[in-house]
DNA sequence: AACAAGTCCAACCGCGCGGAC
DNA sequence: GGTCCGCGCGGTTGGACTTGT
């Protein structure tokens, strides 16, 4: 039997940005059969999308517990600190900021990181005012960093061959509070699924701002209001109505995604919808773990310390492994 | 006001890995 | 052991948006 073809080569899969309808839709079969199987997720849901295109739509945008907006200064010095030790291993890093996709940190260091350390280079030749080390040693230690990282992981999939006990102890030191294993690499299912209609709400202002004249008039049925343009309120309330009067019975908008992270009081509140996906979730946002060295020298700001420090650690942690 | 250049980000693409058979 | 298949990852692109001239 032949491999069948790429879902880039089927005829009839649709392509481009999402709308509304589709998120709709797509939130909704996830919401009923939870996330993963995504070679059935467009049929059986009935989306003229290739199993791909769902599943980055999922992990990128409508997976619950996603932040947007901007990077505050302390996701973007881990950011920095972490790409120096692991390279451009976005989803690695991105298991350290659970709110935060690989996408999102890609774009991010892609877009403003990857400058301004280039113009802080120029200022400095070996740390720049925050601390953060040039690129010129990232390039340098790359392959080395690479390879602990490598080996770290490998010993982590070890223990957990090894001894489930041991593996569980490792990973509540390893993992950050939230973030998914590293053994596992799996994606983050923290938080709810109000979340999800957050940004499907954003998704929809995006596309009645960007469309207003678009294939909405299925979706007429949920906007109840005039469009932002009209000056009246936002469609992300608008949305948010449709969402909490229809299919969704919460009021997500009592949920606000600029924060931080959801406490634990606020996530008690989500309904039926909600504790379907925190089935599926790892721990709240909110509940803390032991930080590892790692974790700790990441969360002080006031950390400047130079990145030799780092792979001594690093490498100390590898030494002691077999 | 109009155009160009720069920026941002959602989505696509291709590759590699690992499990199933 | 080889092949198929699903999935995840990192790199790249395209188009909308913003800023500068």
Same mark, same amino acid.
């Given at each position: 039997?032949?491999?069948?073809p790429?879902?880039?080569?089927?005829?009839?899969?649709?392509?481009? $940005?999402?709308?509304?309808?589709?998120?709709i839709?797509?939130?909704?079969y996830?919401?009923?059969?939870?996330p993963?199987?995504w070679?059935?997720?467009?049929?059986?849901?009935?989306?003229l999308?290739?199993?791909?295109s769902c599943?980055?739509r999922?992990?990128?945008?409508?997976?619950p517990?996603?932040?947007?907006g901007?990077?505050?200064?302390?996701?973007?010095?881990?950011?920095v600190h972490l790409q120096?030790l692991?390279g451009?291993?976005?989803?690695?890093?991105?298991?350290?900021? $659970?709110?935060?996709?690989?996408?999102?940190?890609?774009?991010?260091?892609?877009?403003?990181?990857?400058?301004k350390?280039?113009?802080?280079?120029g200022?400095?030749?070996?740390h720049?005012?925050?601390?953060?080390?040039?690129?010129?040693?990232?390039?340098?230690?790359?392959w080395?960093?690479?390879?602990q990282?490598?080996?770290?992981m490998a010993?982590?999939?070890?223990?957990?061959a !090894?001894?489930l006990?041991?593996?569980?102890?490792?990973?509540? !030191?390893?993992? $950050?509070?939230?973030?998914?294993?590293?053994c596992?690499?799996?994606?983050?299912q923290?938080?709810?699924?109000?979340?999800?209609?957050?940004?499907?709400?954003?998704?929809?202002?995006k596309w009645?701002k960007?469309s207003?004249?678009?294939?909405?008039?299925?979706s007429?049925?949920?906007r109840t209001?005039p469009r $932002?343009?009209?000056?009246?309120p936002s469609?992300t309330?608008?949305?948010r109505?449709?969402?909490d009067?229809?299919?969704?019975?919460f009021?997500?908008?009592?949920?606000?995604v600029?924060?931080?992270s959801l406490?634990?009081?606020?996530a008690e509140?989500f309904?039926t919808?909600a504790?379907?996906?925190?089935?599926e979730s790892?721990?709240?946002?909110?509940?803390?773990?032991p930080?590892? !060295?790692?974790e700790k020298?990441?969360f002080?700001d006031?950390?400047?310390?130079g990145?030799?420090?780092?792979?001594?650690?690093?490498?100390?942690?590898?030494?002691g !492994?077999?």
């Open positions: 039997m032949g491999r069948p790429c879902c880039d080569k089927i005829i009839g899969v649709k392509k481009g $940005p999402w709308t509304p309808e589709e998120d839709i797509l939130v909704s996830i919401q009923e059969h939870g993963g199987n070679r059935a997720v467009p049929t059986n849901a009935g989306l999308r290739c199993s791909k599943r980055l999922w992990t990128n945008y409508l997976r517990g996603i932040k947007r901007n990077f505050t200064d302390h996701e973007e010095k881990m950011i120096a692991l451009n291993r976005w989803a690695a890093i991105a298991s350290y900021l $659970p709110q935060r996709t690989d996408n999102d940190i890609k774009n991010y260091w892609n877009t403003h990181l990857k400058k350390l280039k113009k802080l280079q200022h400095d030749h070996d720049n005012q925050n601390g953060f080390p040039v690129s010129k040693s990232i390039s340098k230690g790359q080395e960093r690479r390879l990282t490598d080996i770290h010993k982590q999939a070890l223990c957990e !090894l001894s006990d041991k593996s569980s102890k490792i990973s509540d !030191l390893k993992q $950050p509070s939230n973030g998914p294993s590293p596992t690499g799996g994606p983050i923290s938080s709810t699924y109000a979340l999800s209609t957050e940004n499907i709400a954003r998704s929809l202002e009645m960007n207003p004249k678009s294939s909405l008039s299925s007429e049925t949920t209001g $932002p343009s009209e000056g009246t469609a309330a608008t949305a109505q449709g969402f009067s229809g299919l969704f019975s009021n997500s908008s009592k949920y606000d600029s924060h931080e406490s634990v009081v606020e509140n309904t919808e504790t379907l996906f925190q089935d790892k721990p709240s946002l909110e509940i803390q773990v930080l590892t !060295l790692l020298w990441l002080d006031g950390s400047a310390q990145q030799d420090e780092l792979i001594d650690m690093s490498l100390g942690e590898t030494a !492994l077999f």
